[in-house]
């Protein structure tokens, strides 16, 4: 058995025995831990990331009236850091 195969039955095992409820938990702890561990740049750049990434989606569309790259990316990590200073 590949370490991918046995990695697949052990997710549909667990998926199995859990709930929804188990996965947001998980989720939740592993977004926390993240956060602790990560200052606010990195969520500056992540959000920045995914701000150009999306905008490369679309870049056929001649922006039409939509914020640029470098603003949703900026406002993207702007609004991440803002979630995690308030906690």
Known sequence: MTVEEAGRKG???TAETHGRDFY????KKGGEATSESHGRE????IG???GEARANQRDDD???GKMSKEE???????????KRDNK
């Open 11 to 13: 997710g549909e095992a």
């Open 24 to 27: 947001e938990e998980i989720g």
């Open 42 to 45: 990195f969520y500056e750049e």
């Open 48 to 50: 920045k990331k995914g």
């Open 62 to 64: 001649d922006n039409d």
């Open 72 to 82: 949703a990316g900026r406002k993207g990590g702007e609004a991440r850091a803002r």
